[in-house]
């Protein structure tokens, strides 16, 4: 019915908003295509709206307010700027034009200005199209898992099903990620053999010979706690992610990868072609003479196989299936292991109470971010305010002092603690791989956004500086880019 | 499809337990139902779980008695009001709410008419999008919760920054009518220009004669506290509480031990040039700052003294009768609380560049000053008296005729005190209307008023007088002056402009303060409530002028700030859920007020209300969640948003 594209709205109280009233007491015709969000300052606007309005349907989004100088709140608005600069460019990574986000600025007299503003932007995001993110680039990952669509049935009885008697019954599982969470089983050193001795493994495949006929044969609820580290890139990924579900009583997403999608979530910026054609066909080592990909059937030995597919993104486990715990980090901390397994494994915890704290859902590790145990928080400023960037590359940071005050980029600031500060130990700032508090719906997103509030300058200063910072989505969206709210580049081959 | 939903907003649904929900439609009279299609939206069957009605005028008295009646009748708690903006309405409905016992910080409009109705377009696409916007009124309203009301008492108490005339004046009719006033002023001595003028126009009264009884008045008022080689650090809060901290350097001279005989400064062996001559001139690390200065203290100059710069010297300890000289005082920060700031920091004297005999017409003021640095003698490059002085304006002057009745002034004090020497004036005479009367007194005196323009190439020297270019019509001459007195444009005082930005002030081209008040019934207001701006602050200005701004700025203060009355504190100041705090400390880089403090245990934040004026930027740079913006809350924009785009019951795609 509507053809006007749809474009979310912060205006601010004092002077985006006053213009739209006089556009409206002076009867300016402009499209109706602004969903209005009224704000008391752009300084308001947190880029998880921003990213919130584009994943729920938004064709653009703007964000207008006060002209630099006239701010009801002195220079809110600078700090809208600065997130702005380095949010469009987030989302140019994602493959959504600048033209469908903008920040404006009008006086509440400016009624020609803002009516201007509305036609000009409603004019270029209808030249663009319908964005339509979700439809596009979201709910396509699921169309593979979708072809069992009742695979998740009867899970909950399994989980529910009263618990064998005999040691605790553990399964560890590798999906998409580097084997690092498995080394760090290992890390726990003499805490390992305990465990060992503690608990029977009824699958390691990195370790131990079990094949999936093995687990397929245990009982519903056999498992009683599965560890599963990796973002799910797969189709197999996933269906093992199912099997482990109906088996285990306690699925735990071990890691950032399959906490968050981690480092595999970076390769959402891709389309699965170009990775499997970067990593099968055009890398000079690789030697592909018949130029197969994975998903084509293949003769070899007498055998016929098919490799499995990828997704069309990566997945944090826990949007293939219900995860009960999260143990965070890249990898976990050895303390923060020891502590979910003396946890999980806790008499209590294996017959699943339910009472127990923390509840289910839970990540295990303190809900507090890192700068309050960073060893270097005595150092940090009254006020933080960053002139110029510093780069890891061509700058060897003092020791002891506060990354952020050496205009270097740490999300230590909105990372969860618990790596005992392993980074910041080695004089690497936080890149947060723990992931955000509870509750932060785009941990990428509240990182750039306290990163871009310290940023000091005027307009022009500020985007010199947003735009100065290399790879926006690889610096603030390092391990959480897949389980955020863009968590994928817009597919080039879908329209609506 | 999957078993955990993707990561979205965390929308919760409303909770049952706070009430009804009501939604109001409003027609504004004619106004609301001719484009959006109102019937179909206004079913009830339309907005399950909401109860829906319309009325014809809802801002009528009618309109909110009934209003008022329908809240408790149907035991409504929240309300949505579709309607016109909440900039023309928001504030009565939300009296109407307290009338019907319910908080005002559960009631939403949602802006039909400025923004759907009246920027017209087809009837479906203005609907639909009439429809989103109430859903998400509705989304939205269901997370809002009551906010309580804080207060705090306000401070009568003013800061008034500059000691000149414009301060003087503010400061004293502040304290006549019971105010505290404490007076900051940035040199060691009040006064400022006015005080260091010899007679004013335009009736040529003597300054200091007024300005002195004033200054003693100052001094010595219970109700003034005069904070002198004092500046301005940090001003935070808003009109009614602004707490402002005041850094003072240290005199070094105990004001209650010196009776001023300046023997210190006899004794004194370091000759520094003279800071208020304008120019010429040396005055020692040690003394009266001018001769009639008040307070009539000696003060010294750290920058300049031996004995501070680590050479031994002990001259100005030995000299001194009464024990009143203290090296070891130090610097000193105290924070003021104050409901109103005056800023009356004055302007600089232009400068001129030039080989001797070249000075600014302040300098030749201040020679011409019997208790000036030359006791009223005129001096040329040599150090002789004159026998010509040219005083000269160049044409692309700021001032206004301030020049130019500087120049007749001074040609008039120069003849009547100086008979013996020949005064010449050029430059914009002629842009001076209504001065021809005194023009012609001045040449009956014996003045030579030369229609001519100052060229801008700089004075030459000329043996020991001084070459001056000058344009009369087309022809170009060069006349020799023994001495050349050059008015330049003023500049704000010394540290004006870091003034301004500490309180936020926009300036001018020139650096001078904007008033920038809403109308013109508010003199000396600016666009910062509780700050008010008075005297060459905002630009050149009689003296006479700046008295004036005085006291219009100390009216403008006794007539907004009443002793005792309490300020509302910003009902949207941002809470900080300490234990979820990091103490990153983003909030406090984000906050334009300075309204968020580390707390000195824990590091964590803490937002003072009565400095926060609730914009919500911390808690957008926020990455913890911590900082929550009242009104404003995550939670209700991201159901705003979700509502926004979601399709509808009507089907919107």
Redesign the interface.
Known sequence: ????P?I?AFLC?WCA??A??Q???A??????S????????T???????VL??F????DGVLIAGCHP?D??????NL?AHA?HALLVRVLEQAGIEPARFRIEWAGASEAERF?GIVREMTAEVAALGRLDYAQRS?HSA?DA??TTPHR?DG?EEARRSPRAPGKPRVAFYWNASCGGCEEAVVDLGEGFADLAERVDIVLWPVALDFKRADVEALPDGGIDVAFVNGAVRLSEQDDWAVLL?RKARTVVAFGACAHLGGVVGLGNLSEPAELLETAYRAQPTVSNPEQHLPGTRVLAAGHELTLPTLLSRAL?L??????DYVIPGCPPSPAVISAAVELLLSEERLAQSGSASPGPGSVLAP??????SCPR?DS??????VTALARLATTQPDETTCF?AQGLVCL???TR?GCQPGCVEVNMPCRGCFG??D?????GA??L??????L?GGEAGLTALAAALPDPVGTFWRYGYG???IPRRIRKDSTT | VTGTPPPGPAVAPPDPATGRTGLVFCRCGPNLGNLIQLGALERPEHWPGAEVATQAVLCSAEGQAWLARHLEERGLDRVVIAACSPREHEHTFRRVMERAGRSPWLMQMVNLREQVEWIGGQPEPATLRAERLVRAGLARVAFQQPIPVRDVEVSADVVVVGGGAAGVSAALALARKDRKVVLVERAPVLGGLANRLDEIFPDLACASCFMEPALDEVLHHERIEVLTSAEVRRVRGSAGRFEVEVAQAPRFVDPAACIGCDQCAARCPVERPDPWSGGPGTVKAIGLPYAGCLPHVSVLDAASCRRLSGVGCDVCLTSCAFGAIRLDAQPSLRTVTAGAIVVATGLAPGEVAGPPGVVSTYALERMLHPSGPTGGALRAADGVAPASLLLATSAAETDGDLPVRELLKLAHLVRARHPGVAVTVVGGLGRVPGMAAQARALQDEGVELLDAELLPEPPVAAGRAVGVRLAQGLLETVRAFDLVALHAPATPADGARALAGLLRLPLDARGFLEEGAASPFEPTATRVAGVFVAGAAGGPRPIRQAIRDGAAAAGRVLATLVAGERRVLEPLAVEVDTARCGACGACIAACPFGAVARDPATGRARVEPVHCHGCGTCAAACPTGAASARAFTRAEIAAEISALLSAGPGGAP
């Open positions: 019915v509507s053809a006007e749809r979310v109280n908003y006053g739209a009233d556009a409206g007491r009867h300016l015709e402009y499209p109706q602004l969903l209005t969000v009224r704000v008391p300052c300084g308001r606007v947190e880029p998880a709206f919130q309005a994943r729920e349907g938004a100088g701010c009801h709140y002195l220079d809110g700090r997130r009516a979201l699921y898992l979708v998740l899970l579900r944090p826990g949007e293939v299936v219900p995860v809900n507090v971010s890192l700068c309050d928080k940090r400023p009254e006020r933080l305010s952020l230590g600031p909105g603690q955000p508090l509750g932060i719906p785009d941990g509240a990182a956004s306290a990163f871009a509030s310290i000091e389980a955020g709210l």
